[in-house]
């Protein structure tokens, strides 16, 4: 079975600064990762995802992931956060052959402030 | 571009009333799924759906059913609410096999 450790629960960070955000995986199959962001009172909503190829993934908003198969991780990055990007983040993971159920990580809730 | 509608938004039980939570696709998904989310748990699966008329138990089966009747359709049921089934819940749909999921707006469910 696959699992997700999200480490951090809470991340706070000045607007501007950069953030990490990390997330670890255990599967001795291998996988597809995802990252979403949920907002204020809204469902999920997919950040990006990595499949195959390229480690560096990038998706939605200026974040970008990338995929370390040695050190089972995939953490999430932005260069330079705004006020908006306060949501919380869900790191997933999914077999990538056959049906697979998508299992979650707890979430790092990111607070932005001015 | 509805996508996924989830409804209620909102409700209050007491305990031991009954309920049924409405998801609809307009997307032709094989796959749904009902989640529940919790204050530092994440979200865990309760049912799945991979096509009309299967379903099947996640994580957190009990105290849940399920229908899928339609493809469009994946309808969650409480037949005697308790206070530990207060928390929000999230319906998701898939596509293929690559697919990302495409979440409702979620349920909040409080039963005193």
């Known amino acids: 079975a696959q699992s997700v450790t999200q480490l951090d629960s809470q991340v706070p960070v000045f607007e501007e600064a950069p953030v990490e955000l990390r997330c670890n995986y255990s599967?001795?199959?291998?996988?597809?990762l995802f990252w979403y962001v949920q907002y204020p009172n809204q469902g999920l909503q997919l950040l990006l995802k990595?499949?195959?190829?390229?480690?560096l993934v990038k998706g939605i908003n200026g974040f970008e992931a990338e995929f370390n198969k040695s050190q089972t991780s995939f953490h999430l990055r932005k260069p330079s956060v705004h006020i908006s990007d306060t949501a919380e983040y869900f790191c997933?993971?999914?077999?990538?052959?056959?049906?697979?159920?998508?299992?979650f990580g707890t979430g790092t809730r990111l607070l932005v402030s001015p | 571009n509805a996508g996924v509608t989830q409804t209620p938004k909102f409700r209050v039980l007491k305990t031991g009333q009954s309920m049924t939570l409405l998801c609809a696709q307009d997307?032709?998904?094989?796959?749904m799924y009902w989640y529940r989310q919790d204050p530092g748990m994440g979200l865990r699966l309760i049912h799945y759906?991979?096509?009309?008329?299967?379903?099947a138990k996640g994580e957190v089966p009990d105290g849940y059913n399920v229908s899928r009747l339609k493809k469009q359709n994946f309808l969650l049921g409480l037949e005697s609410a308790a206070p530990s089934q207060t928390s929000v819940y999230f319906c998701?749909?898939?596509?293929?096999?690559?697919?990302?999921?495409?979440f409702g707006e979620g349920s909040r469910l409080t039963v005193l």
């Open positions: 998701a749909s898939r596509g293929g096999n690559t697919g990302e999921l495409f």
């Open positions: 599967s001795s199959v291998s996988v597809y």
């Open positions: 990595y499949l195959s190829g390229s480690t």
């Open positions: 997933a993971v999914r077999r990538n052959t056959g049906f697979q159920k998508l299992v």
């Open positions: 997307m032709n998904h094989e796959y």
């Open positions: 759906s991979v096509g009309e008329g299967t379903t």
